[in-house]
């Protein structure tokens, strides 16, 4: 007989599930957990909820830091996509009364992926301080332009109105909760593409380039192909992400590109580590509850509250929160 007739469906002889068995667990657990926020968002008080609302927005941002940090990259200049998102979705909204949004968050996520594109070629050739550093001047330059154009408010940003969602207007009661399940979701459906992108044979390439980008060269693959993508994805996932922050919070301004937001955005990203998806947005909420009840109590000194905090992630979990369930996989 057989040896393999005896294994269940979509594991190996040698123990190894499936990728298609591994991903339709992960789909299953990711709607699993998307249906408990959704009820657990119904009945949390307003202030969590939008606590949760943020964390998620801001999470997207930092999985596609993660998507560059496999590559062996950290790019310092997030805010760049994420000013850019979020301003695409309030001119949207104020100046062609498109108020949707779903459409407004899409918007957001592919402008700014195209204002990226052009950049990817150039960056893909750059590794350590000079890629952080060449997008981190990338965001300064957004900055500035942001703060002296007054046809965008300047220093001051300006406001958008409530967003309607599928062509119905929300009422002031459930407009927080509604945005709550747009966030999560966008956030859930984006974490299982990334998922599904970093197990695929272009998403396994990026980390063979973290190890030796030489080798990878002489195996045929396309080392600066491989982290345009990664680039370009992570711009994505920055507009998206500023879309739906701006729309929760009814107000964009030219900080949203400033390098200390942009900071932010690393910090989450090296607090969870690159080997798991879900921990980017563990670590956004932990980011935000640990800041919201730092600034609460010690509103003087929350910045160092948070520094310790990431101190004494790096010195017990150096590999970052994913690592005390992916026991060293990479995945």
């Given at each position: 007989?057989?040896?393999?007739?005896?294994?269940?469906?979509?594991?190996t002889?040698?123990?190894?599930?499936?990728?298609?068995?591994r991903?339709?667990?992960?789909?299953?657990?990711?709607?699993?957990?998307?249906?408990?926020?959704?009820?657990?968002?119904?009945?949390?008080?307003?202030?969590?909820?939008?606590?949760?609302?943020?964390?998620?927005?801001?999470g997207?941002?930092?999985?596609?830091?993660?998507?560059?940090?496999?590559?062996?990259?950290?790019?310092f200049?997030?805010?760049?996509?994420?000013?850019?998102?979020?301003?695409s979705?309030?001119?949207?909204?104020?100046?062609?009364?498109?108020?949707?949004?779903?459409?407004?968050?899409?918007?957001?996520?592919?402008?700014?992926?195209?204002?990226?594109?052009?950049?990817?070629?150039?960056?893909s050739?750059?590794?350590?301080?000079f890629?952080?550093?060449?997008?981190?001047?990338?965001?300064?330059?957004?900055?500035?332009?942001?703060?002296?154009?007054?046809?965008?408010?300047?220093?001051?940003?300006?406001?958008?109105?409530?967003?309607?969602?599928?062509?119905?207007?929300?009422?002031?009661?459930?407009?927080?909760?509604?945005?709550?399940?747009?966030t999560?979701?966008?956030?859930?459906?984006?974490?299982?593409?990334?998922?599904v992108?970093?197990?695929s044979?272009r998403?396994?390439?990026?980390?063979?380039?973290?190890?030796?980008?030489?080798?990878?060269?002489?195996?045929?693959?396309s080392?600066?192909?491989?982290m345009?993508?990664?680039?370009i994805?992570?711009?994505?996932?920055?507009?998206?992400?500023?879309?739906?922050?701006?729309?929760?919070?009814?107000?964009?301004?030219p900080?949203?590109?400033?390098?200390?937001?942009?900071?932010?955005?690393?910090?989450?990203?090296?607090?969870?580590?690159?080997?798991?998806?879900?921990?980017?947005?563990?670590?956004?909420?932990?980011?935000?509850v640990?800041?919201?009840?730092?600034?609460?109590?010690f509103?003087?000194?929350?910045?160092?509250?948070?520094?310790?905090f990431?101190l004494?992630?790096?010195?017990?979990l150096?590999r970052?929160i994913?690592?005390l369930?992916?026991?060293?996989?990479?995945k």
């Open positions: 007989m057989n040896p393999s007739s005896k294994m269940p469906q979509g594991i002889t040698s123990g190894t599930v499936l990728p298609g068995v991903h339709g667990r992960t789909v299953a657990l990711a709607f699993g957990a998307f249906a408990l926020l959704a009820a657990a968002g119904f009945a949390a008080p307003k202030w969590l909820t939008f606590l949760v609302t943020m964390a998620a927005g801001n997207l941002v930092s999985l596609g830091i993660v998507a560059l940090m496999r590559g062996g990259v950290v790019p200049g997030q805010g760049m996509v994420f000013a850019i998102g979020g301003y979705a309030a001119l949207l909204f104020n100046k062609a009364g498109f108020t949707d949004a779903i459409g407004l968050a899409l918007t957001g996520g592919v402008l700014a992926a195209a204002v990226a594109a052009p950049f990817a070629p150039l960056l050739r750059y590794r350590g301080i890629f952080a550093m060449l997008t981190l001047a990338l965001s300064m330059v957004t900055y500035g332009l942001l703060m002296k154009m007054e046809s965008l408010g300047g220093s001051d940003g300006f406001n958008l109105g409530r967003p309607t969602l599928l062509g119905m207007k929300l009422p002031d009661a459930s407009t927080g909760y509604v945005m709550y399940l747009v999560t979701g966008f956030a859930t459906v984006m974490a299982l593409v990334a998922r992108y970093f197990d044979t998403g396994l390439v990026t980390l063979a380039v973290r190890e030796n980008e030489l080798r990878v060269e002489y195996l045929g693959g080392v600066r192909q491989a345009s993508i990664n680039f994805f992570a711009a994505f996932c920055g507009g998206l992400g500023g879309a739906l922050v701006v729309m929760s919070l009814g107000h964009v301004e900080t949203f590109s400033f390098w200390t937001t942009s900071g932010e955005f690393v910090f989450v990203a090296i607090l969870a580590g690159w080997q798991s998806v879900a921990a980017v947005f563990v670590a956004s909420t932990v980011l935000e640990v800041r919201s009840f730092s600034s609460a109590y509103p003087n000194t929350w910045q160092l509250a948070l520094g310790l990431l004494f992630v790096i010195r017990f150096p970052g994913g690592s369930w992916m026991k060293g996989s990479g």
